[in-house]
């Protein structure tokens, strides 16, 4: 049993009595699998295999045989569940009057076979809810810890014993990665297929996880998130513990989205993934390769203190293949002291490279590589190693990994990552590497990007807490009674000045504007707000007002304003005959300002997406755009502005002065507020958008907001 | 020997005869290590041993000493030499009078080890050259062929056969890619060290084995190149026969240049080596994973047509990842018709997805996999197919690999890619893949982009015949008169109106231009051109000069442009108080257009690199900008302009009309000739470069020009 008692699921994976639901002596029964996999596991605790046909089978691989869960005489955590689906409801009652905690309900033909199987699902979590049994599945390949230790799946061969979790929406992955891991020499404490995720989900698996003690780093295979709003939170916490690596698949379908806000056609809809990993600390791998690159390293290697690193090698080649790698992925090459420097030339040839990389040279031994990674580690101007090694005639592979091993023993605390260039005659070296703890890579880029992962994770893990969200002054009610008054007009998109007048309730800088519903009005209206001004065309129907003509800028007198209130009106009946509601939005004519553009977006899953960034002309065409999950703290809103390439210009270029960019966060923060305090809004556009010289403020010179059906 | 002669480097990949220059029987040493493999290489030419301690050795590996190669009583073709690099240059001259075509120099110690070794160097280069041998190093592991065969290196095995040539500037690497590619079954035609480069370099390599038979790919490491120009022009020709992929090191060295335009600002050294590659058809290998992934497939697989791809697999989760990494790369998911659906529909479960990626579900056996992928291939709309395998319950790897095998002979020219996620279970069938030449990857990301690069080749070897350069009418003489003018002044920054002669000379479309001295000639010129004008100051020593107030629009009448000239001369007198030359040019004033910027920057490598981009403030933050080699011809002149996404800007964007594309192409035309005619220009920047619409032109509003030193 664990010693240190898991908060969540402890039972789940560290359960006392399990029950197989459907063993089987069918050798080539899932539910014969299942059985075996946990008698041979090593787990301690007591197992009860339950079929029909107990009479007939008596025993199977050791294990009494019960008829029903109903006669097994002892209570049961864990029933681990691989009989066909149709018979699962009754089973579920059957479980829920005997009290189990747990079921893995490894059985197919649930959701992921239509309409009919979903059904089924629903009935299935419906009982459970009711007595409380939590459910894994169904639909995967079982539940495997290797420190409780117990084997609840039907895959054909055990993980080795480690300290990576991994959890994966694919069985099928998941058996694969068992299959190549055992190979490549990586270690598991907990291996978790989430299938259909019907009951717990990733969501639960990270936060239980993130009290397991066996457990150094969490990887997670995902094709969705159960919830969003949960995950951020919970994740937010736990990689300040462990760091959370996932790979996350269906990039491809994302592409852009049906939206009619400049914002929404920006956002992909895999862009959120990335938005909110981001927000909570959760490093994405780009690829398979690279996720069990990073596994290896955080399996074995301490977090680094810093991004400094020194790269030692028997070759000038890979070195800076590593030095390549190191700059992009943001590593920097520590300098090498004279005082370092000259303890190197006691023992390197003359011909070798001091500065970093450190080339030692091909006749360097294991007693050198030793050596120098002996002065590197007891360096403080260094935060971990990269060791490259190639075959060459004087290479001595085994003692140079005696000495990485020695070493890293000595400094436990620093990161050592090697990279032994090589198969048959390096081989035995890497094997030895590998057994004894020291991540070895074949490839210069593949170990620097690992090394890389552990540096991020260290940012990452000692990142300033940072949890407040500004409560700026705003007055929800004005707000609220304009969406119901939107809402009982059964529209979805506001009038103009009914968004400006939203955005002025949040303190949202905006020019003054009203609504002319006559040329009179116009008149009266423009002459109120003080000339010149800007002349809009007001219609739920008219999108693009500048195309058809439905803009004047720069309006004198009150006669032009009648005049171009009637031209406005008989260009929008033009383009749009059948449009009712038409009027014009009067504006004072505001300075011409830096134009940037912000909006936000809701997602369904994770709350609504802000973004900010270039506007005008080219904002479509250099996307230089930058989102933050609402709500946003001070400092989200602060870098996901200076995420874009825009804000160098905000910063002021070639002596111009530079812009209010605190009034932009401003705006950003007020921006999150209103979202957040209204999930009904779909969409929100500022556009354009001025931001003026330090101290003078923006404008908000165009609103657009859309409310949900 | 090999059946179709090499046109070059015949004799030193294939020789009749070789002698071991330093050949020891000390197991040690080099020369023991080199006449040992070359006896055990199953080379079947003569082989000689020298040394001259011969009469005490006698033999050695079976071999006869003799004390010198003049006492050899044949011809030599190659020579291997390991003797200490004090020796060699009189070897050489002994070598040369014995008449040997090829020296193999393994012997390190010349230009690595600093000038000492460069003199060695250079003068062995020297006797070279005098006796007509040609020289591989020095400095190198050795040269392998795996046709001839012959092993005239001192690595510690010998490459396994195969059709895959590697050259490497590191000796150690490739020691390294011998030992790993051993382990993972990847085979070689040829295995060359270049070393030091004294002679013969990656140019010379690439064009011998473009005649090759057995070498189906070229793969290199490269740290430099030797010949930029040379390497341009056959790589040219022999990617349209066998693909040329490369990994060069040395990215971070990059960085930006020490430059003083805009244009070679925004030039990194490693730039000149992408635009380099894209225009001969080189494939750049991000890192070495990747190099040797494709490696495999080059190896093992056809050129398809095109990038219609079908993926098989028995799980969702990985069919997932390999379809969002097909999009990555530029793969399109094959349509599956309706009659190819209704013939899996025959045998697949209703289960499973009919279309693509196709997933087989859990249960698939290794026929139905044979069955699907028959019928993948059989269709016209298919190039291609990738093929997943995780190990399932019911999984067959055995006979799935035999069924992938099976198709692939029968459809031998559409490319088939593995990827069998696993390692103990699946183990077996990965190697059988291998052993029966199906490229195999244990995650999908990596076997997709191998297929990517197939894809990716197909488009290298059927691209257009490109090679015309357009012959501009252009007057030379007087831009070699201007810049004779320039450097008899010992000058290298042009002036403004002699810029501006330069690019009128080439037909660049530029404002009337003229230089005034005194206020007097100010007032009089700018009458002349006609009002309104600009005025700008003009001094070999002020760079930016808008910033110190040196340019004034707008000037409308003679007076003030006599006024505007004091002003500009006293801002510049201000600001930089020990010019000399000042004067101010008077142009103009040209209507505004699209703001681009043209330019082009020297590389000593490979000539000169032309650039288009975004002009403006932008110019610095986007840097969206785009790079040819000149010479362009017109098509290479329209893909720069096209992959900038200022090209889109150019089109027309919401109802604007479109710039003058074709006139903005023929600038970059005569840029390139001008660049290309003139290697002394150092830097030229057009900024900003005016685009007006359609059918109006560009203008050329400042021309800066910088020559050699």
Chains 1, 2 share one sequence.
Not at 28 to 49: D, E, H, Q, T
Not at 93 to 103: F, I, L, Q, S, W
Not at 537 to 562: F, Q, Y
Request: glycine share 8%; charged share 25%; aromatic share 6%.
């Amino acid at each position: 049993m664990n010693g240190l008692a898991l908060r969540k699921l402890d039972k789940l994976l560290h359960p006392d009595s399990v029950a197989i639901i459907g063993a089987s002596p069918d050798k080539k029964k899932v539910g014969y699998a299942a059985l075996r996999n946990m008698v041979y596991s090593g787990f301690k605790g007591k197992i009860y295999a339950i079929n029909p046909k107990a009479e007939q089978y008596g025993e199977i691989e050791g294990v009494k045989v019960y008829k029903s869960i109903n006669d097994v005489p002892d209570s049961i955590d864990l029933a681990v569940v691989c009989i066909p689906a149709r018979f699962i409801t009754s089973l579920m009652e059957d479980m829920g009057k005997k009290g189990v905690k747990y079921a893995a309900i490894i059985t197919a033909g649930f959701k992921e076979t239509g309409p009919e199987g979903k059904k089924l699902e629903i009935e299935i979590v419906k009982i459970a809810k009711k007595y409380g049994i939590r459910i894994v599945g169904p639909n995967i390949l079982g539940v495997i810890d290797t420190s409780a230790p117990m084997n609840a799946s039907f895959a054909e061969r055990s993980p080795i014993k480690g300290n990576i979790a991994f959890l994966s929406q694919s069985g099928a992955l998941l058996a694969g990665i068992l299959d190549w891991s055992r190979a490549e020499g990586i270690g598991y404490s907990s291996f978790v297929s989430l299938g259909n995720k019907a009951d717990l989900d990733e969501t639960d698996f990270i936060e239980a996880l993130s009290e397991d003690q066996h457990t150094l780093a969490i990887l997670v295979y995902l094709e969705s998130i159960n919830r969003g709003r949960d995950f951020i939170k919970v994740c937010r916490e736990v990689t300040r513990k462990k760091p959370v690596i996932i790979i996350k698949s269906g990039r491809s379908e994302a592409g852009s989205r049906a939206a009619s806000s400049h914002t929404g056609s920006m956002t992909g809809a895999d862009t959120t993934y990335d938005v909110a990993f981001e927000k909570c600390g959760v490093i994405r791998a780009d690829n398979s390769q690279e996720l069990f690159d990073m596994a290896f390293a955080f399996s074995f290697m301490p977090i680094p203190k810093g991004n400094k690193i020194v790269i030692l090698t028997n070759a000038g080649g890979p070195g800076i293949l590593a030095t390549d790698e190191a700059e992009r992925n943001g590593l920097e090459l520590a300098i090498i002291s004279p005082e370092f420097k000259s303890h190197l030339k006691e023992f390197l040839p003359p011909a070798a490279n001091f500065n970093n990389p450190i080339d030692a040279l091909g006749t360097a031994q294991g007693e050198d590589y030793g050596r120098v990674l002996e002065l590197a580690l007891n360096d403080e101007g260094v935060d971990g190693a990269i060791v490259i090694l190639t075959p060459q005639a004087m290479t001595e592979g085994q003692e140079t990994a005696d000495e990485i091993v020695r070493v890293h023993m000595k400094y436990p605390d620093k990161p050592i990552v090697s990279i032994f260039i090589g198969g048959e005659i390096l081989g035995p070296s890497i094997y030895y590497l590998k057994k004894n703890r020291i991540p070895c890579y074949p490839h210069p880029e593949r170990g620097v990007k690992a090394m890389a992962a552990l540096v991020e994770y260290a940012r990452i893990k000692n990142r300033p807490v940072d949890n407040e969200i500004p409560d700026l002054k705003r007055n929800r009610n004005k707000v609220k009674q304009i969406f119901d008054k939107v809402k009982s007009e059964n529209r979805v998109n506001l009038l103009g000045t009914e968004a400006i007048d939203v955005a002025k309730a949040y303190g949202i800088q905006t020019p003054t504007t009203m609504l002319a519903k006559s040329d009179e009005e116009a008149g009266i209206f423009s002459e109120k707000i003080g000339f010149p001004v800007v002349m809009k065309i007001t219609s739920p129907d008219i999108v693009h007002k500048t195309d058809i003509g439905g803009v004047k800028l720069n309006i004198h007198t009150k006669d032009e304003a009648i005049q171009t209130y009637k031209e406005i009106i008989a260009n929008a009946q033009k383009h749009h005959p059948k449009t009712k509601l038409l009027a014009v939005d009067i504006q004072n004519m505001e300075p011409v300002g830096r134009e940037l553009i912000v909006g936000s977006m809701n997602d369904p899953q994770f709350g609504s997406l802000v973004m900010v960034g270039l506007g005008g002309i080219y904002t479509n065409f250099f996307k230089d755009v930058s989102f933050g999950l609402a709500p946003l703290t001070v400092l989200e809103a602060e870098k996901m502005l200076k995420r874009t390439k825009t804000y160098a210009l905000l910063k002021g270029v070639r002596g111009e002065k530079p812009s209010d960019i605190s009034a932009v966060i401003d705006t950003l923060l007020r921006i999150s507020l209103l979202v957040n305090d209204f999930p009904i809004i779909k969409e929100l556009d500022i556009n354009p958008f001025f931001v003026y010289e330090k101290g003078k403020g923006v404008s908000a010179l165009d609103v657009k907001i859309t409310l949900d059906q």
